[in-house]
């Protein structure tokens, strides 16, 4: 399978080692700056194997010109869209970095589009691949929790201004959003998945309290009710000092409950259920970094999904309904009361100055 790779930045490493790894037939890549480039090959020990591929400045010359089966686009996050759609029209299967766009209406004309064109949509949620995230997900297939009572998620990372000075485009609300958007979408993604997907109804803050120069917020909390009767927390933020302390995530069901920890859900902390096959209390999936090992796993299934023709295990709906209860806690926190889902309408960028007053 031919494959090319749109946006070579900071992420872009796991990509490239991911579609290596799964043998696909790396053909070109695409960046606006080819010393990006050359920095990711860096960084993922490639060069002397991929540095003489075909470069692009523009996704749609990289389209006509290579024609290749599969894309992946890890480009800033307000571009996602715009690159998916075009990638979609040219009838390219398409993995998207989270988020999967910046608005609804943008993830229901992405979902709308590949089915239009036939093609294959994903988006990269790689934690669920986790082993500790596989295993809950497995105990809640199984009936060991029962039926489900309610859950929580904690991302509690730190990211400087280092950090969002690498790139325009970072804590701005059309382009990145804040924190719940861009490191928390993981975590939010897997409490949604976990508790019964359906949400009915979140109410949330978010605040900016310590990077006066990023637009969006740092901080944010809210309470989630699902369709199904159960309830969540989450708490996501940036403002941990030097470290990413954790990923938390709990479920609790009438006859059992799990805690993941670890700094992204790659540990079991708790697993009490007494109707479980195995106690995997104290599980360690060692990770170099907060991004996990799923990309891997994610392109292997995603890969698996074209050949076969069939939904890759998340899909472009996972990816828009993790973006929905974001855009949900930002509307919520925005007009000061609980907001009813599904959402049909609405951008990051509407909360555009929310903390500029
Ligand atoms: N799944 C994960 O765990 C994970 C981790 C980090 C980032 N991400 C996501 O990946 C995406 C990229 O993040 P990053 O940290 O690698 O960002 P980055 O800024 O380091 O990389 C983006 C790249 O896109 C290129 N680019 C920008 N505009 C372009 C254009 N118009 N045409 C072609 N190239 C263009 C830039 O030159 C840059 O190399 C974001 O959406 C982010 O949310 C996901």
Redesign the pocket.
């Known amino acids: 399978m031919k494959y090319a790779l749109?946006?070579?930045?900071?992420?872009?490493p796991h990509h490239l080692k991911a579609a290596k790894a799964n043998g696909l037939e790396i053909v070109a890549f695409?960046?606006?700056?080819s010393e990006?480039i050359d920095d990711m090959l860096r960084r993922a020990s490639l060069t002397e194997e991929f540095g003489t591929l075909p470069r692009y400045?523009?996704?749609n010359t990289l389209l006509h010109t290579e024609k290749p089966d599969m894309v992946s686009i890890?480009?800033?996050?307000g571009?996602?869209a715009a690159a998916a759609l075009d990638c979609i029209a040219s009838g390219v299967h398409t993995l998207i970095?989270?988020?999967i766009a910046m608005s609804v209406q943008d993830a229901e004309k992405i979902i709308a589009a590949a089915e239009n064109h036939n093609v294959t949509v994903g988006v990269?949620h790689?934690n669920r691949f986790n082993i500790a995230v596989q295993e809950m997900r497995k105990a809640i297939d199984a009936g060991w929790l029962g039926q489900l009572s309610h859950g929580a998620v904690t991302v509690r990372w730190s990211r400087g201004k280092g950090y969002y000075d690498?790139?325009d485009?970072r804590g701005k609300w059309a382009s990145d959003g804040g924190t719940l958007m861009?490191q928390c979408i993981?975590g939010i993604d897997l409490l949604r998945w976990m508790l019964g997907g359906e949400l009915v109804e979140v109410f949330g803050f978010t605040e900016r309290r310590q990077h006066p120069y990023i637009e969006a917020e740092d901080v944010g909390v809210a309470v989630l009710k699902f369709a199904n009767g159960a309830v969540a927390t989450l708490e996501g933020t940036v403002n941990c000092t030097d470290i990413d302390l954790e990923e938390h995530l709990s479920v609790f069901g009438e006859t059992g409950m799990i805690k993941l920890g670890g700094t992204s859900a790659n540990t079991v902390e708790v697993w009490q259920m007494p109707h479980a096959e195995s106690d995997l209390s104290g599980l360690i999936e060692k990770t170099d970094n907060v991004?996990g090992n799923g990309h891997t796993s994610l392109f292997k299934d995603f890969a698996a999904a074209v050949r076969e023709g069939r939904e890759p295990y998340v899909t472009a709906k996972a990816g828009r309904d993790a973006l929905e209860t974001v855009l949900a806690v930002y509307k919520s926190a925005a007009e000061g009361k609980p907001v009813r889902l599904p959402l049909t309408e609405c951008s990051s960028a509407d909360f555009t100055g929310r903390f500029d007053v």
């Open positions: 749109i946006g070579c930045g900071r992420v872009s695409c960046d606006c700056s990006n400045a523009d996704w890890a480009l800033p996050s571009l996602h970095e989270k988020p990269c790689q690498q790139a485009w861009n993981h991004y």
